[in-house]
């Protein structure tokens, strides 16, 4: 088996990012966590992913800080997943996919789900980075300032 490249060490927040939550299970367990699943189970049924697999990317998220486990809200014996505060940080990230998913792989008027506001029922605005002064920015508006 090849053993995984780890970035944990890197100076590098994207590479950084990516050893934390780059694995596609990863997200998609982020993912229905905002939809308000909690529990194993849950995410079992909602992913179809292996048991064995779906534990460790759980394990893995709770030692990255993304989720926490918390007694059930039924008063059973059973543990729930939480999203952290800094879970809860990856709200953006999961949009920006979403949005680029909607935009390049989905063919004009082919069926998706859409992500709405709760309050008004109407989709979201484009995710947009701006500037400090807030002006719209694209890739070749930015550069890498190395720290340090």
């Not at 534990?55 to 486990?69: F, H, I, P």
């Not at 709200?91 to 998913?101: C, E, N």
């Not at 709405?116 to 002064?133: F, M, S, T, Y």
Request: hydrophobic share 40%; proline share 5%.
């Amino acid at each position: 088996m090849v053993e995984r490249t780890r970035f944990d060490d890197s100076d590098c927040p994207v590479a950084r990012s990516v050893d934390a939550i780059g694995d596609w299970w990863s997200l998609l367990i982020v993912r229905d966590a905002f939809d308000g699943s909690r529990r194993f189970g849950e995410f079992q049924r909602g992913l179809g992913v292996a048991k064995n697999i779906l534990a460790a990317r759980l394990r893995s998220l709770v030692a990255a800080g993304v989720l926490d486990t918390v007694p059930a809200s039924d008063g059973s014996a059973y543990r729930e997943y939480v999203l952290t505060p800094r879970g809860r940080g990856l709200f953006p990230v999961i949009v920006a996919l979403r949005q680029w998913g909607e935009q390049n792989l989905f063919a004009p008027g082919e069926p998706h789900s859409e992500l709405v506001d709760r309050g008004q029922g109407l989709p979201l605005r484009a995710l947009e980075v701006r500037a400090a002064d807030g002006r719209r920015l694209d890739a070749d508006d930015t550069t890498v300032n190395k720290l340090g």
